[in-house]
């Protein structure tokens, strides 16, 4: 059974950083696409990154140059580095995976590509 398990959310002023870890179980990250999502009140769930099994990123154009996704095989953690936030970062964060596929989709971005959702960890970001 696949589990998904995020940490490391909190309230930061804009401009600071925070990192976010997934910790995963029953498979491993190392095998297939990986990545994170995010959703605001009243708006619509985001994807914000993603990585291949293979090391290829992908992010949303709102946080490139700011979000670094990662991953480290040994502890099987998938890892989101936000750095220069702003308050539109605010969200629930939700770590997500595909279970079935290394190569991450074109369209990874919709969500329905990933097959397995943590809870979520919330990120709060303050003027």
């Known amino acids: 059974q696949v589990q998904l398990v995020e940490s490391g959310g909190g309230s930061v002023q804009a401009g600071g950083s925070l990192r976010l870890s997934c910790a995963a179980s029953g498979f491993t990250i190392s095998y297939y696409c990986t990545g994170w999502f995010r959703q605001a009140p009243g708006k619509e769930r985001e994807g914000v990154a993603a990585?291949?099994?293979?090391?290829?990123?992908d992010y949303v154009d709102s946080v490139k140059g700011r979000f670094t996704i990662s991953k480290d095989n040994a502890k099987n953690i998938l890892y989101l580095q936000m750095n220069s936030l702003e308050p539109e970062d605010t969200a629930m964060y939700y770590c997500?995976?595909?279970?079935?596929?290394?190569?991450?989709?074109?369209?990874?971005?919709?969500?329905?590509?990933?097959?397995?959702w943590g809870q979520g960890t919330q990120v709060t970001v303050s003027s």
């Open positions: 990585i291949s099994a293979y090391g290829r990123d």
């Open positions: 997500v995976a595909s279970d079935s596929f290394s190569g991450c989709s074109s369209t990874w971005y919709s969500g329905t590509f990933f097959s397995d």
